[in-house]
């Protein structure tokens, strides 16, 4: 994933993926680019949501974000990690705007997965009181003690005002290699 911004507040939220390992399979001649294979998420099952028709475009968790108020972009943004996307996602954003955390706490606080039914992983670093609560509820909660590959990985650029003068702030997701850089 990569995100940047530059003092006119252009703003640009741009995430690759081949999808399954090595993508299709098939490179690019003289550059070395291997394409994805989102098609394989298609189905053939008449009545599925993934079934193969004109114009359809297959599910999938590629999202390269934005939140905009009034009309101008105010983050880009994005959540690297399969099913976890949209769970970081949503995760990072409530600790921003629900709880007033600044991206790179909101970034670095730790996460839960929902998997599927009752099933919930959480990182190691989650407070042991919420466990509990998520379990007196019902859930089956397996704390994840290595999770850096697990649970998503996020870069953030926040408008501050107007570019120029106030500038951004920007985070970066310790679960793997990234980095800000600001001129």
Known sequence: YLTAADENGMMVSFIQSNYMGFGSGVVVPDYGLSLQNRGHAFSLQPGNANVVAPGKRPFHTIIPAFLTKDGQPVMS????????QPQGHMQTLVRMLDFGQNPQAACDAPRWRFNQ?????????????LVQ?????GHQVEVLQDSYQDFG?????WRLGDPAVEGYVAASDPRRDGQVAGY
Do not use: R, T
Not at 153 to 157: K, R, S, T
């Open 153 to 157: 990985a996020g870069q953030f650029i």
């Open 117 to 129: 039914g009752l099933s919930i992983n959480v990182e190691a670093q989650m407070d042991p009181a």
């Open 133 to 137: 609560g998520l379990q007196g509820l």
């Open 77 to 84: 943004y994005g959540v690297m990690g399969a099913n976890m």
